[in-house]
């Protein structure tokens, strides 16, 4: 996000990075959680940057469907590990996590529901609506990350351009490619992403860290009520700034830190499909057979990536 700020505006890199981390800390500690979600809410059309990309550059549109439907598969290492990381980007173990905490924030806002255990009669309508939310967020997510992949493979991979440190560097490559437009689009597209991701990952750690040791946790409370969640995101937003300072490539990082999700969402998927059965921990909301065939069956294809990726690198 600095670097990408800094290819707009200049400036240094690392200081619009200090300025990014405490504007978010600032907003996730002193914004009401229900004024901050609406904002979180109008943040994701940031997104469509990625479409406009797209649609900036010039794309062969019949065999690039043709190719996304039917894509050269290949059991090399590399490939086999990208499949991994696109899995561990598409079902993220913090998600689950973090969609479970809002419901829990909902509720605490006062939206005149009561938790399901205590109001079993309100389960229709609100497994519906948060079937539908979940249909919608991954639809649009993997959208746009189809047009993300679409765009650099029309841009970049065609350029010859592989091997990329971080994103801004994707977002310059960009310019002569596909003109300043393009360029320009795709830069606000890493900030707007960073600073929906960055409240995300910090909060879904929070909520985990949170659960595990009974501490009171919410972004709905004050910072003096809820101590340590908070001072988890403080942490791991003070960590994710320091490591701008360091060496590290971060395309790289964010590349094996998909890959390391897409290996531990196995054991937790498989949990959540063992509890999901047991009318002992899900009283009358037990899954019925046709989400129970579909959830082992996901659980299944992503054992087989991981244990590819484990054979193929050997």
């Known amino acids: 996000m600095g670097e990408a700020l800094q290819l707009v505006i200049d400036g240094g890199e690392h200081g619009h990075a200090v300025v990014f981390g405490v504007l978010s800390l600032l907003l996730q500690v002193f914004i009401p959680y229900q004024r901050y979600v ?28 043709r190719k996304s439907l039917a894509p050269e598969l290949s059991f090399n290492p590399e490939f086999v590990a990208v499949v991994v990381a696109v899995f561990g980007t598409t ?7 973090w969609q479970a905490s809002q419901e829990v924030e909902e509720l605490r806002g006062g939206n005149g529901s009561a938790a399901l255990n205590s109001s079993p009669e309100e389960a229709r309508r609100h497994l519906r609506r948060i079937k539908i939310d979940t249909y919608v967020g991954m639809g649009f997510s993997n959208l746009i990350a189809f047009f993300i992949i679409l765009s650099t493979a029309v841009t970049l991979h065609v350029a010859g351009i592989t091997q990329i440190q971080t994103s801004a560097q994707a977002a310059e490559a960009l310019r002569p490619l596909a003109g300043n437009f393009a360029f320009l689009f795709f830069s606000l597209g890493i900030i707007g992403t960073g600073m929906l991701a960055l409240p995300v990952l910090a909060g879904s750690a929070a909520y985990a860290m949170a659960d595990s040791f009974g501490w009171k946790q919410g972004l709905d ?15 791991a937003t003070v960590g994710g700034v320091l490591l701008d300072f360091t060496p590290i490539d971060p395309i790289k990082a964010l590349f094996w830190s998909a890959v390391i999700n897409g290996v531990i969402s196995v054991p937790i998927m498989a949990v959540m499909m063992l509890m999901a059965v047991r009318p002992e921990v899900m009283g009358p909301f037990v899954i019925r057979r046709s989400l129970k065939v579909l959830g082992w069956l996901s659980v299944l294809v992503m054992l087989v990536a991981v244990v590819a990726m484990v054979i193929t690198s050997w």
């Open 38 to 65: 609406r904002l979180l809410k109008w943040l994701t059309l940031s997104l469509l940057a990625y479409v406009a990309v797209a649609f900036l550059v010039h794309i062969d549109w019949i065999p690039a469907i």
């Open 91 to 97: 079902i993220s173990p913090y998600l689950f996590f």
């Open 221 to 235: 409370r004050k910072l003096l009520e809820a101590k340590e969640f908070y001072g988890i995101i403080i942490l």
